[in-house]
């Protein structure tokens, strides 16, 4: 088992910032990948920003400038730092990581999510 806890998130003015933090805990003996993802109501679920074990970065067109991925492999923590913030970029966002477990299995685990809304 391998759990994700999301912190961060909350309002925030357009134009202001916010930083988002998921810490990965239980069997894990690698995480290959995290990544953010965020769900607006009423749309699809959509890849925000990845980062692999190598600190290979990947980001949406719409966030590229303005999101940051980052990770700590010692610590098993990823980051989202989130600049100059519109209100299109309100959403729940949540954590994800894919590797191996200790008993050697493959796993892609969520976080709970976290409520972000911009005003503008």
């Known amino acids: 088992q391998v759990q994700l806890v999301e912190s961060g998130g909350g309002l925030v003015q357009a134009g202001g910032s916010l930083r988002l933090s998921c810490a990965a805990s239980?069997?894990?003996?690698?995480?290959?990948?995290m990544g953010w993802y965020r769900q607006a109501p009423g749309k699809q679920r959509e890849l925000v920003a990845q980062?692999?074990?190598?600190?290979?970065?990947g980001y949406a067109d719409s966030v590229k400038g303005r999101f940051t991925i980052s990770r700590d492999n010692a610590k098993n923590t990823a980051l989202l730092k989130m600049n100059s913030l519109k209100p299109e970029d309100t959403a729940v966002y949540s954590c994800?990581?894919?590797?191996?477990?200790?008993?050697?299995?493959?796993?892609?685990?969520w976080g709970q999510g976290t409520q972000v809304t911009v005003s503008s």
């Open positions: 994800n990581a894919a590797g191996v477990t200790t008993s050697n299995q493959p796993f892609n685990s």
């Open positions: 239980g069997n894990i003996f690698v995480i290959s990948a």
């Open positions: 980062i692999t074990r190598g600190g290979s970065t």
